[in-house]
Each structure stands twice: as C-alpha cells, then as structure tokens.
C-alpha cells in the first residue's frame, strides 16, 4: 500500500525558509565579498535566528547550503585522500629581476610574434586549496598536498564565512560543475590575536600567518577551525565543465559574478617594465595590506596561448613569480629586560643589535613570557633570525646555532615587580604584578582605562593627561583621581584654571555611575565591556560580584572557568581590596540597567563620538560630512583605533573597514549615517 503523504512542515516555512536562506546568502556575499554590508549585525543575526529556529522546528527543511550549517559535523580521525580535478603545480620563481626576463623572452619565443598580455596578481602567501562545486554546491576541497592528491579538508573550508557554500548564479549562470584554486590567508592582525590567545593559555604561538592558515585548515575538529579568523582568495579556474572565459582577466570576473572573493590588486600588462613597475608598487604596498604577500604572480592572460606552452612536472610554462626579497634578518641579542605593562603583565623585550629588514630598523622584540623564552632558548649574546611581519614590531623566530661560542645564563624572570617592587605572581605562562591600583608602570594606563567612554567616561582624562598625573605623582593609586584639586591639576602641563575646574568637576560628576561600567572601569582580565554588562546584570550589586564563589561566577552567562579565574583572583588580591574599598567610598553605582543599545541611540547629539569615513560617500563629500559631524558634537578622524564609535562606510573602501571589524567597531553605510545625522538634527 502506498503510504499516506504526511506534510512534515508546513508550505509557508518552506518559502520562510528559503527566502531567509537567499537572503542571508545575498548578505554574506555583501559583506564578506563586495565589502558593502547593507543591513546592521543586529537585523543579519535576527535573520539567522529566525532561520535556525524554523530548521530546529523542521528538521526535513534541513540542507546542506543553509548558512546554519557552516559548522556542524563531528571531528574526524584522519583526512581522506583526494585526487585533485586538474594537478595543482607549484610555480616557477626567483626574486632576481633578470630570471623574470627570461621568463618573458621564453614566453615570446614560444608564442612568436604579437602582442603579450600578461595579468599580475599578488602572490598571497597562505595555504593552498582546491574547492570543487557541483551544480552550484561546494562538495569537495582539499589541501594541495603533493599537487595530485591531497587531504580533504571540506567540513574546515565550509567555516570560512568567505567562501560560498553556493555560488550565486544571478550575474551568470554556474556551470554543472566547477574547480577553483585558492589561497587561505590569516588577516595580521587576527593572526596577532590568535598567538596572544594561544601565549594565555599556554600553547605555543605560531611563526607567520600562513603557518597559522595551514594549521588552522588541519585540524580535525572543523569546531576548532571556525574559531579560527580565516579568509580565501580565489585567483584560478582549476577546471570547469563549460570556460566562461577565454582569458585570465574574464575569468577573474566571472568568478567574481559567482559571488567568490577575488582579489582586488589584479592588473593586465605588456611588458617587462609594466611588470617591474607593478612589483615595486605592490612592494611599496606590502606593509599597508592586512595580509601577507611574498610577491607577484605574472600569468599569461590569454588561456589557449596558455595551453599552447603547457608545463613541466613542477610548474606552468605560462605563469611566473616574481619573488619580494626576504623580511628575515640576523642580528644578536644584547640584553633581555622586563618590562611591566599597562594591565601588570611583565613581558620580556629583547634589545638586539640595529638590523634593517624592509626599509624599517629594528632594535627590539617582544619575547611574550618566560615560557616562549625558554623554548626558543634565547639567552643574552644570542645569534637570532629575526623576521618582520605586516607590522613594524618583529618577531625573534629562532636561535642561530654558534658552536664552541661560549654562552650566558639562561633568562630568569625577576621575583618582584621592577616597578613597584610587590612580589611577581605566576598566571599561566605569564608572570603578573598583582598590585593593580599601586604600582606606577601600571597605574597611568589604568586611569586612562578608568576613565574611557565606556568606562566611566571622564571628560578630559586621556592618555596623556592620566600620564602626567601618575608623573607628576598627584595619582598615586587610581582612588587618588577622586581627591585631586584643581590647584594641583593647575600645575600640569596644558592645564589653566578652567580647564583644570573643569576636569576636576568632571571627576566628580562620574563618581555617580552605573555598575557595569565601573565593573569595566576596573580593567579585570578577560572582562570587557559586555562581560561587565553581563555580571551587572546578573549580580545586580558591586558586593554580590565580589564576594562571589567560582559556581556563582560561573552561573553567568557566557563566564567560563578562565574568566571566572581572573575574576576571583584579582579580587582576592589583598592589595586591590584595600584601593577597592577606597574607590567605593568615591562613587555611587546605579542599579543596573538592560540595555544593548547602539552607541548612539537616544544620545541628544553625537557629542564627543568618533567617526572614521573608508571609501566614497554619494551624497556629500568628505568636508562636508566632516562639517555635519562637528556641528553636532562628533569628530572625524582620519585612523580607526579602539577609542573609534562608528566606521562609515562608502564605495570602495579600505583596509580600514577591516580593521574596524577586527576592533569589533560598529559599521554604518552611507544610508545609515545620513539616517543618524538627520535624527541628531531633529
Ligand atoms: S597561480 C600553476 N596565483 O603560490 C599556477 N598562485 O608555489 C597556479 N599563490 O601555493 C598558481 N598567490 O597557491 C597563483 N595569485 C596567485 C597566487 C598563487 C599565491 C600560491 C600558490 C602556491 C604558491 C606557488
């Protein structure tokens, strides 16, 4: 008997379900592709919300290309081995101008007479992989491996939010099937948060950002990748079931229409001086971009003449790099000296012998903590490869080996604090100053903290004037800000006597403030913003979060055991019990309030908010927008910071929406900025 049709959902959460999923795609591709985000972080996390509770509702409606369902499988025992749909050969290469020169003599010869158009690409300097779709659907992809076969990796490469897992097919239609190569890069400065994640609790920080890209697509839990902050660039057609292009630059576009992330720093030339002129460019540009490249690609654009010069069983007849020189260098290491930073951690910096890697000298090194010291072994009088990343701040990679050299002892951290003296804590791999609110190294960064927007929001206590009030030792513990005179502040550099009053009386007025930004104001490890919001919620009083238990700690929301830890010992820190007390006898905390609002909301003006603007407005240029903001109280910077409120962007933007999504800044687009000013005007 047939069975009886039973309707598992219901038809309107089957077309919910699929408009939510179009949509959210169209949105990713915005944000992730085109950099042009249309819609806030709040309405896209209402989108997926919405969608995730109709797939638990409905389990049937459940598919393989929800955007639910990045990550999502179990961890794997091995790789499975998979042959590649077309080899993927390593390329041909030299950092010497003369072998590109050859390189271009023997693509003429090869290709007789006529013009030669070349396109240059970056040569990112990531992982290698295959993705493969099937009828618009990524099913497959892989690691190079040894350019035949290599390590499926699929449920890893699915975590990447900028590779689509369905190509979009509204621009052009997506063949039956389809092979793209692609590089998987670590942003810097996401690559910078990880080592110092991975320093905290213990592990080892990885040398550059490719090794970090290349560990991250290996691990066999895709859970522990999607944690990681991985991104892809798409640059080659591997094989396809129809070409939607005879050239290089075509395909480049095609695959940008189906919605891939292909790089922007594409160029077509003709000849050997072009290419040069685009190498010293690119190199020039090299310190600026948020990934690493090692140089430049140069492929023969035209893809018959491509097959025409074939390959050998290493590399392309056709395509070449053009390497940078190395951003290594050697040097030796004169002293290794503690130094305590703004939240007490004593950091070992290593002072080396001057040494010139990429046009920037460099003298000295963060060595992290005792632990990364002693692994390295790196002693005073060391021989050291050092290496320069997008940053300026270099990294000691290795010792070099110098035999029958006599060497020093080995680095020991001192027992007590080099700045105040109080005896040194071990936290983790870290050796910490516990004196939070006494000790000076610590103090003026802590007062600047205290005082910051989201903390209490101190009107006229920045950087510089909280360090001149620990130098010139009116503050000597963070208590003492709430019974400084305006005499004495008077006294300090840029100081008259209304501005003195003023900051004095704006001391005064903070003293009354809500819990959850004194709670941040604190500056706790591992406590930020929202966590401060969370406890005060949770706890309701500043007394209750005190004395609260490990279990009770971790009975809030989202506190696991290593926030709990820093919270429980920086209170129990004696020291920091008796300031604490002190500073209670200052302030007056407000009951707590729920709120999750923008930055901006219900604000009567922008007073004091920070603006940055990437990319070009439609509607008004950059002085007016700049005129618009300061006539209602904001400010528009030209660098994106942590003390930055809103980043707005316009066409094109830079690397400075990046960065704004790295610091976690709210993004406005040209509609919503417009939107923000004309309300402020009402
Ligand atoms: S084309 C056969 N283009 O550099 C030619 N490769 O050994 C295929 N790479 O790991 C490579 N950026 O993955 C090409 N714009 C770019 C590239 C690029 C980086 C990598 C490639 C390989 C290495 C070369």
Same mark, same amino acid.
């Given at each position: 008997m047939k069975p009886k049709h039973t309707k598992k959902f219901p038809s309107e959460a089957e077309e919910r379900v699929r408009r939510l999923r179009a949509q959210i795609h169209h949105h990713d591709y915005l944000y992730y592709i085109r950099d042009a985000p249309e819609i806030s972080d709040e309405e896209y996390d209402r989108l997926f919300r919405e969608l995730h509770e109709l797939e638990e509702q409905y389990p049937a409606l459940l598919s393989q290309d929800s955007p639910t369902q990045r990550v999502g499988v179990a961890p794997l025992d091995s790789f499975p081995t998979i042959e590649h749909m077309a080899p993927m050969l390593s390329l041909d290469s030299d950092v010497k101008v003369e072998a590109l020169g050859r390189f271009d003599e023997r693509v003429r010869k090869a290709l007789g007479a006529g013009e030669i158009t070349y396109v240059t690409e970056p040569k990112l300097d990531g992982a290698s992989v295959e993705l493969v779709y099937e009828e618009g659907l990524l099913v497959r992809a892989s690691t #190079?491996?040894?350019?035949?076969?290599?390590?499926?990796?699929?449920?890893?490469?699915?975590?990447?939010?900028?590779?689509?897992?369905r190509l979009r097919d509204e621009e052009r239609p997506v063949p039956l099937f389809s092979a793209f190569r692609a590089e998987v890069v670590m942003r810097i400065g996401a690559f910078e948060q990880l080592n110092e994640r991975l320093l905290e609790s213990g592990r080892s920080p990885f040398a550059n950002p490719r090794n970090a890209a290349a560990g991250s697509l290996r691990q066999l839990d895709p859970g522990v990748t999607a944690e990681r902050p991985l991104d892809a660039y798409v640059f080659e057609i591997l094989a396809v079931s129809s070409p939607p292009a005879a050239t290089q630059w075509d395909a480049l576009r095609a695959m940008r229409g189906w919605g891939l992330r292909v790089n922007e720093l594409e160029r077509r030339v003709t000849s050997v001086e072009e290419i040069l002129r685009y190498h010293a460019e690119l190199e020039a540009q090299r310190d600026e971009l948020d990934y690493e490249i090692d140089g430049i690609v140069i492929k023969l654009d035209n893809l018959t003449?491509?097959?025409? =010069?074939?390959?050998?069983?290493?590399? *392309?007849?056709?395509?070449?790099?053009?390497?940078? *020189?190395?951003?290594?260098?050697?040097?030796?290491?004169l002293r290794i000296v503690p130094s305590v930073g703004r939240t007490g951690v004593v950091t070992p910096i290593a002072f080396m012998r001057p040494v010139e890697i990429g046009g920037v000298t460099v003298s000295r090194a963060n060595?992290?903590? #005792?632990?990364?010291?002693?692994?390295? /072994?790196?002693?005073?009088?060391?021989?050291?490869?050092?290496?320069?990343?997008?940053?300026?701040?270099?990294?000691?990679?290795?010792?070099?080996? $110098?035999?029958?050299?006599?060497?020093?002892?080995?680095?020991? =951290?001192?027992?007590?604090?080099?700045?105040?003296?109080?005896?040194?804590? !071990?936290?983790? *791999?870290y050796t910490v100053c516990p004196n939070v609110f006494g000790c000076l190294a610590?103090?003026?960064? %802590?007062?600047?903290?205290?005082?910051?927007?989201?903390?209490?929001?101190? $009107?006229?206590?920045?950087?510089?004037?909280? %360090?001149?009030?620990?130098?010139?030792?009116?503050?000597?513990?963070?208590?003492?800000?709430?019974?400084?005179?305006?005499?004495?502040?008077?006294?300090?550099?840029?100081?008259? $006597?209304?501005?003195?009053?003023?900051l004095v009386a704006a001391i005064s007025a903070a003293s009354q403030t809500e819990l959850a930004r004194f709670?941040?104001?604190?500056?706790?490890?591992?406590?930020?913003?929202?966590?401060?919001?969370?406890?005060?919620?949770?706890?309701?009083?500043?007394?209750?979060?005190? /004395?609260?238990?490990?279990?009770?700690?971790?009975?809030? !929301?989202?506190?696991?055991?290593? =926030?709990?830890?820093?919270?429980?010992?920086?209170?129990?820190?004696?020291?920091?019990?008796?300031?604490?007390?002190?500073?209670?006898?200052?302030?007056?905390?407000?009951?707590?309030?729920?709120?999750?609002r923008s930055a901006a909301e219900g604000e009567e003006s922008l007073e004091g908010l920070r603006f940055v603007l990437t990319g070009r407005l439609a509607g008004m240029s950059r002085s007016e927008a700049k005129e618009r903001l300061e006539s209602l109280g904001g400010r528009l910077t030209s660098s994106v910071s942590k003390s930055t409120d809103f980043v707005v962007v316009g066409d094109s933007p830079g690397a400075k929406l990046d960065k704004a999504r790295d610091l976690g800044i709210e993004v406005l687009d040209e509609k919503a900025f417009v939107e923000l000013l004309r309300e402020k005007r009402a």
């Open positions: #190079r491996g040894d350019g035949r076969f290599g390590e499926g990796i699929t449920a890893n490469i699915r975590t990447i939010p900028s590779i689509p897992l003449a491509r097959e025409r =010069m074939g390959a050998t069983s290493h590399h *392309p007849r056709w395509a070449y790099a053009h390497k940078f *020189p190395p951003r290594k260098e050697e040097t030796r290491i060595l992290h903590n #005792r632990e990364e010291v002693a692994r390295k /072994d790196i002693r005073e009088g060391d021989r050291v490869r050092i290496q320069r990343a997008g940053d300026v701040i270099p990294q000691v990679l290795e010792r070099i080996d $110098e035999p029958g050299r006599k060497r020093t002892d080995p680095f020991v =951290m001192p027992v007590h604090c080099p700045s105040c003296g109080t005896p040194l804590v !071990e936290r983790g *791999p610590q103090l003026a960064g %802590r007062v600047w903290h205290f005082g910051s927007r989201q903390a209490l929001d101190i $009107e006229g206590l920045g950087g510089e004037t909280s %360090r001149a009030l620990v130098q010139e030792g009116l503050v000597r513990s963070l208590p003492d800000l709430f019974e400084l005179q305006a005499e004495q502040v008077l006294g300090l550099e840029g100081f008259a $006597e209304k501005s003195a009053e003023k709670i941040y104001g604190l500056g706790i490890p591992e406590v930020g913003a929202s966590v401060a919001r969370t406890l005060s919620l949770h706890f309701g009083s500043f007394e209750a979060l005190r /004395d609260a238990s490990e279990e009770a700690l971790q009975a809030a !929301e989202g506190i696991g055991p290593k =926030m709990s830890e820093q919270i429980l010992a920086f209170f129990r820190e004696p020291r920091n019990g008796e300031q604490l007390e002190r500073l209670l006898s200052h302030v007056q905390l407000k009951a707590p309030r729920p709120s999750t």
